[in-house]
């Protein structure tokens, strides 16, 4: 009777999985094109649509949501109602930016407008995170995590394939399709949310109890993720610094020169990865730690940096994007396991809300701040673009490798005083 339970509890959450990562992928893989290619936004100014959304979406999931979810343990509640609420809000988005024919203004319509969005994004993102720790006792969540991930990389890989198609063929965001499917895909990702528990501490089993007890003991988890903390936010940030220059770069004329179908084939050879490597992290991480895989990620995303940054080969830049979706998974799974082993269960959806702060902002924040403004700088000095491109790219990296070694810092340290296991 309990395998069914969590059978059930696993199809809708993957369900919600699959359709969430649909719709970013046929949405957010071009949008930074549109940006920069058709309303003719600077590098910085394309930059804005990842960071100012992000920076909403930290704020509202550390000092309302955050909070909120933990005082009412609701989780799905929340998940419910900022799908619906985002998608509404993606339909008034593209019907404000519609009416303005200077396309500069249509472009900031549409960062102020995403940054509105993500207030109820939030909502989902925070009540998420929170959920998979109340349903899943701490040794199964790498897999869980991992699993999820895979099914989430079927849902990129098909939206992806859909958008550049659309895009490609002059159905994209200016007459307003890949708005429309985005917003329907997150009513429908509604759907079997339904079917999930709410959540909550209450209904933690008492294995899971056992598993985090231990923790909630240790005198020193709260320095020991602050250190952790620290080091994800280089990591995140340095590989996710071309997070919006990426695509631009790909489809540059005196460079790649890909169109919107070859990107298509790029980006989905990531999903690809993600896929495949989903199925393996979490029981790799059962096998040889969290700890140890985490490193192994954060060693691979440098080297996907390094092989997209200095190549001139189009074959590399498929390696690369198949090493960045495999990072992407193993950083992810595991630096959550490592998160969730030290956030006590009653302050989930708070610290919870710090932890996925290391991520939000990274997807625009070092863009804005480094990528974007070096790019541009490089480039009114009178440097090529594609070099401009490749110095932010290996900036990239250099940043990833500093929180590299924070971590290392972090899990020697704790070896070396023989303190109890924390990290697992």
């Known amino acids: 009777m309990v395998q069914k339970q969590l059978l059930k509890i696993f199809t809708g959450i993957s369900s919600f999985q699959f359709l969430a990562m649909f719709r970013r992928g046929l949405f957010y893989t071009y949008l930074s094109i549109y940006l920069r290619d058709f309303l003719k936004l600077s590098m910085t100014e394309t930059t804005l649509y990842a960071t100012l959304p992000m920076i909403f979406s930290v704020i509202f999931q550390n000092f309302v949501w955050g909070p909120l979810s933990d005082r009412w343990q609701r989780r799905r ?13 993606t339909i008034l988005v ?4 519609s009416f303005f024919s200077i396309f500069l203004v249509a472009g900031y319509v549409i960062i102020i407008g995403l940054s509105c969005i993500e207030i109820f994004w939030s909502m989902s993102n925070i009540g998420w995170s929170a959920l998979i720790s109340d349903l899943y006792p701490l040794q199964d969540r790498s897999k869980i995590m991992g699993d999820l991930t895979s099914i989430g990389g079927v849902g990129r890989i098909i939206g992806i394939t859909i958008g ?7 159905f994209g965001f200016r007459n307003g399709p890949l708005f429309f499917i985005a917003s329907l895909v997150m009513f429908l990702s509604t759907i079997p949310m339904f079917f999930a528990p709410e959540g909550g501490i209450k209904i933690v089993q ?14 020193n988890w709260r320095r020991v993720f602050i250190i952790f903390t620290i080091a994800l936010v280089f990591v995140n940030f ?7 220059i990426y695509s631009p770069y790909l489809i540059l004329d005196e460079g790649f020169n890909v169109d919107s179908i070859l990107l298509s084939y790029i980006t989905n050879f ?5 896929l495949i490597t989903g199925i393996i992290t979490g029981r790799m991480s059962k096998k040889f730690g969290d700890s140890k895989i985490f490193i192994i990620g954060v060693i691979f995303a440098i080297t996907a940096l390094l092989i997209t940054g200095l190549t001139d080969d189009l074959l590399y830049i498929f390696i690369g994007s198949f090493l960045i979706g495999t990072t992407d998974v193993i950083i992810s799974a595991s630096s959550y396991t490592i998160a969730s082993n030290l956030i006590p269960p009653k302050n989930r959806a708070k610290l919870f809300g710090v932890y996925n702060t290391t991520f939000f902002l990274s997807w625009g924040l070092p863009a804005t701040l480094i990528s974007g403004p070096l790019f541009d700088i490089l480039v009114g000095e009178g440097f090529s673009q594609v070099f401009a491109y490749k110095t932010v790219i290996i900036v990239g990296a250099f940043i990833t490798s500093i929180g590299f070694f924070i971590f290392l810092f972090l899990t020697l340290l704790i070896y070396i005083k023989k303190k109890h296991k924390i990290i697992p």
């Open 77 to 89: 509640s929340l998940i419910i109602l900022g799908e619906i609420l985002a998608g509404i809000g």
């Open 94 to 97: 593209w019907l404000i930016h």
């Open 164 to 170: 550049g198609y659309l895009y490609d063929n002059g």
């Open 206 to 219: 008492e294995t899971i109890k056992k598993t985090e007890n231990a923790n909630l003991n240790q005198t």
């Open 238 to 244: 340095g590989r996710n610094s071309i997070s919006t």
């Open 270 to 274: 990531r999903s690809i990865a993600v």
